[in-house]
């Protein structure tokens, strides 16, 4: 498993999806972050907005019933009735409370969010479309003195039962909102109007504008009381009266928002203040309401980018297995190299850099087999050689020990020429002998003189030879019996079959930082034919001294090691060797 993914197509695959990842990852944060501020932005502007229409709506009707109020306590026949002494008789308070119904009855007209109006005077006496209040339970509320010393000024009375008997009925229902206005003349409190509005009035203000999950507080601002205290009961908000009083006294605009804290949860409040009755009404949403669609919202994106993104693996992984096959036919290329088969049987042919690097790797591939073909060409070259050498020897410690009983025998007999030859002969077994591959330049002038002291008496001085060597390049190695096979060409197959003198030259010198030796003869010459038999290694048969010695100078020195041969029928023929210069250091290698 771990080997696969070292792979390089899982490489790119993994290094994509980590980008793909982080930037999918990116875009859904900075667009959560983003569009989150938005969101939450819109739905506090929708909910201040709703909030405004609501309260404006609200006190509207407020208004409404004040200028109703304020008709009713400025009304002449309101003042006359409360003006008259309280001992007046039956017929007259018939009279009087007849006369104040049916005004207030024709103020309920139109006015259906209207539960009651009441007036009363300060004796006691009360007259009402409805409920009839007496007046030791007004007295005993706590507004009742705030109205009666407001010089003429309103007065709205929080929900509250409108009636001594409310424990009859204690359904929130039943609960109304008052507004009262003392009744005056000539700056005297004759008495006072109350007008009872549905407490049910707030409810459907509000609630038909915000949401089901918008929890409404209405809070008097002075204090930070609840005023609907039981539908804040009713919505179990767990936020505390201490709290709630803190925050009130802690707003100084008419209208804004926040968010805050309530129990394990973030909530928004929104709140506008009402400059009518002087409460706040304040509008809580928890934050996962509020952000409900957002999230919906923000979860479908994941899904979906969750869904592109697993789409986008299966169809990477399909592109760079595509895209790799060169790469992973190129790896078992390699894998063949490995196990030592340079058989290719691997094609790619793609234009692109892979197909390229194929190309290479396939034209080295092919230099590797024919590296490996011509190394083993040479080695067996070199066996043959060897075999053909050592058949060329006849016992060449017994021979050498011959040699010397011929030289001493002749010395007896005073044979000199026998002497000469013998001795000649067995320096060259001697040189021949030394197990060494490369010897001197002088080691080898010195074997190449042997050799034509003896081949002076084969020809019977048919030749002279001279040698022209430079002294700086004696010591230089060379390898053995290097000059000897041409010397001994020029000899068969140019000079001897000649008419005349033949003449031999052999020089040895520096060119160029290369070791060049020269070999020119006055013999017969060669033609093309005679030529390339000569030079050809595939050639077997006359030439193969020659053949022999051009094979071991490219199995030594390769490109460095040339021959050359140049040749004019009845004319000349001139070899000419070119080696690297190599010294004691380099004979081993070489070796």
Known sequence: MFRKLNQIKYKILIANLILLLCFNLLTVWFWSERFSTDAEDSASTYITEMLRVSNDNFEVSLKDINAIVNIASNDGRFIEVLSHPEHISGAEYLRDSRVIKDYLLGLFTYKHY??????????????SNGNTISLEYLMKQDWYPELINTEGK?????????????????NSSDKVISIAKPIMDEGKVLGFIIADVRSQLLTDVFHGNLSSQTQMIV???????????????NQSLPYSSDNLKRVVSSIEQTQGSFYTQVGNKKVLMVYRYSTISNWVFIGIVPKSALMEHFYDSRNANLWMTALFGLIAIIAS??????????IRQLNRAMEQIDHNNLQIKVKIKSHDEIGQLFRQFTSMVERIRKLVSDTKKKEEDKRKAELRALQAQINPHFLYNTLNTIKFVSILQGSYDIQNIAESLSRLMHINMQDKVFISVEEEMEYLQCYL???EYKYSNKFTYSFSI?????????????????VENALIHGIGPMKGQGLLIVKGYRESGQLKFVIHDN???????????????????????VRNVISRIRMYFDEQGKVSVVSERNLYTIVEITLPIINNEKEKWHA
Request: glycine share 8%; net charge negative.
């Open 154 to 170: 309103m007065v709205i009375i929080p929900p509250h039962f409108n009636s001594d008997r409310a424990s009859v009925s204690m």
């Open 219 to 233: 809070a008097n601002a002075l204090t930070g009381e609840v005023i609907n205290d039981a539908e804040a009961r």
């Open 523 to 545: 013999g017969l010459g060669m033609d093309d034919t005679q030529l390339n038999a000569i030079v050809d290694e595939n050639t077997s048969g006359k030439g193969l001294g």
């Open 317 to 326: 992984a399909f592109i760079f297995s595509y895209l790799t096959k060169s």
């Open 470 to 486: 430079d002294p700086d390049i004696k010591l230089l190695r060379i390898p053995k019996l290097l000059l000897q096979p041409f």
């Open 453 to 455: 002291q003896i081949q």
């Open 114 to 127: 209207l539960n009651d109006i009441l007036v009363a005077d300060l004796g006691g006496r009360s007259f």
